[in-house]
């Protein structure tokens, strides 16, 4: 095997001989797995070469999550439940599309008063850098470490490798 196919391909490739299948994963196809307090992750495709990540977060009512910049651009929607970036009055309701331009810096916050988990799909273009309260980069937070980090907690909860798009 040559160095060139041993190499993940990005998706959006168009191959050069056939007609490529669409690829569906279903919502019980990938589990949710806690990344942390409060926070369900299920990781639906990453793009490595590309940097690409696209995920649905689940989080409980109250939760803050580290104020994080973006090197790259964000597309958001909301499913269900509410919330909002500390630094921004606008609040994402289920319905809400949000875009996050590459170099935005905030806080996702979900009220402590909400009555239910909130579900948002994210696909995010490469590293996320979480700040500390100096403004020092505490965690880089990319498509292979989402992908690395999914995978561990897969396993400790005894799961089949999760068929994550990409992977
Ligand atoms: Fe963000």
Not at 78 to 99: F, K
Not at 131 to 154: I, P, T
């Amino acid at each position: 095997m040559s160095i060139a196919a041993a190499l993940p391909r990005p998706t959006f490739a168009v191959p050069a001989h056939g007609v490529p299948e669409a690829l569906h994963r279903g919502q019980d196809d990938l589990p949710f797995v806690e990344f942390d307090h409060g926070v369900e992750m299920q990781v639906l495709q990453v793009d490595i070469p590309t940097g690409l990540w696209i995920v649905r977060m689940r989080m409980a009512p109250g939760t803050t999550l580290p104020t994080h910049k973006h090197t790259g651009e964000v597309y958001a929607f909301t499913i269900a439940g509410s919330w909002r970036y500390l630094e921004y009055p606008e609040v994402n309701v289920a319905g809400s599309y949000l875009y996050e331009p590459a170099g935005s810096v905030h806080t996702l916050h979900v009220p402590a008063t909400n009555k239910e988990p909130t579900d948002v799909w994210f696909a995010i273009r490469g590293p996320n850098l979480n700040l500390d309260e100096d403004g020092n980069v505490s965690l880089v937070f990319d498509a292979a470490f989402v992908l690395s980090v999914y995978r561990s907690r897969c396993r400790k909860m005894g799961l089949a490798v999760p068929k994550v798009i990409g992977a």
